[in-house]
Nanobody
Framework: QVNLVESGGGLVPAGGSLTLSCAASGRTVTPWHMGWFRQAPGMERELVAG????????TYTDFVKGRFTISRDNAKNVVFLQMDSLKPEDTAVYYC?????????????WGQGTQVSVSL
């Protein structure tokens, strides 16, 4: 069983930046591919970015390409999401989660997430 705790969210003006962190406890996430997801009110949860277990491969959905950067520190068991040039439409609860080879989320339980709010 691994517990993933997201942090780093907050309220920022449009154009601002935030860095989200996902700390794992209970077991190492080093062997796993990991992803950041988000869910806005009334919307489905969607993949934002994914990173391979080694950290050598990353993937981004079109609406964050060039603005967000996913990274990981396997020594510290932490996954990051650097978010720049934030837009109001980025407002959502952000979650990190284990993913499979196709970056679909596994059936593990979801964490609490961290709220990101971007004002006009």
């Amino acid at each position: 069983q691994v517990n993933l705790v997201e942090s780093g969210g907050g309220l920022v003006p449009a154009g601002g930046s935030l860095t989200l962190s996902c700390a794992a406890s209970g077991r190492t996430v080093t062997p796993w591919h990991m992803g950041w997801f988000r869910q806005a009110p009334g919307m489905e949860r969607e993949l934002v970015a994914g990173i391979s277990a080694s950290g050598l491969r990353t993937t981004y959905t079109d609406f964050v390409k060039g603005r967000f950067t996913i990274s990981r520190d396997n020594a510290k068991n932490v996954v990051f999401l650097q978010m720049d040039s934030l837009k109001p439409e980025d407002t959502a609860v952000y979650y990190c989660h284990r993913v499979g080879d196709n970056y679909f989320p596994t059936r593990d339980a979801w964490g609490q997430g961290t709220q990101v709010s971007v004002s006009l």
